[in-house]
C-alpha cells in the first residue's frame, strides 16, 4: 500500500512562496511519475505540475515560470516550490502517484492521492 502525506501549506500574501513536500511511502517511488493537482472550493480537480522518473517536468500554463516541481528519489519525496503566489492559486493541493512511468494531466492517471494541504493566497 502506497501513502502519500503532503506538508507545506499555509497562509501567504499575493507574491509570496511556499514549498510544498510530499513524502511517499513503498519502495518503488522512483519508477513512477508525481504529480501534483489542485482544486479550488466549487471548482474540479485540476493538473498543476509533473515529475517523470527521469526528472522531466510538465507544468500547467497558469503556474509556468512560478512553480517548480522536484524530486528526491533518496527521500521518497517530491517537492512543489510556489513563487509570486496569486489569489487564484489558493485551494487545497494534492499530490498523487501515477499509474505508470508515464506522464498524465488528467487525475485519472492516477491511483494514489495524499490527503491534500490548503493553500491561501490573501490579495
Known amino acids: 500500500q502506497v501513502q502519500l502525506v503532503e506538508s507545506g501549506g499555509g497562509l501567504v500574501q499575493a507574491g509570496g512562496s511556499l514549498r510544498l513536500s510530499c513524502a511517499a511511502s513503498?519502495?518503488?517511488?522512483?519508477?513512477?511519475?508525481m504529480g501534483w493537482f489542485r482544486q479550488a472550493p466549487g471548482k474540479e480537480r485540476e493538473f498543476v505540475a509533473a515529475i517523470s522518473w527521469s526528472s522531466s517536468t510538465y507544468y500547467t500554463n497558469s503556474v509556468k515560470g512560478r512553480f517548480t516541481i522536484s524530486r528526491d528519489n533518496a527521500k521518497n519525496t517530491v517537492y512543489l516550490r510556489m513563487n509570486s503566489l496569486k489569489s487564484e492559486d489558493t485551494a487545497v493541493y494534492y499530490c498523487?502517484?501515477?499509474?505508470?512511468?508515464?506522464?498524465?494531466?488528467?487525475?485519472?492517471?492516477?491511483?494514489?492521492w495524499g490527503q491534500g494541504t490548503q493553500v491561501t493566497v490573501s490579495s
Open positions: 498523487a502517484r501515477s499509474t505508470d512511468t508515464l506522464v498524465r494531466t488528467t487525475p485519472a492517471g492516477y491511483d494514489y
Open positions: 513503498g519502495r518503488t517511488f522512483s519508477t513512477y511519475t
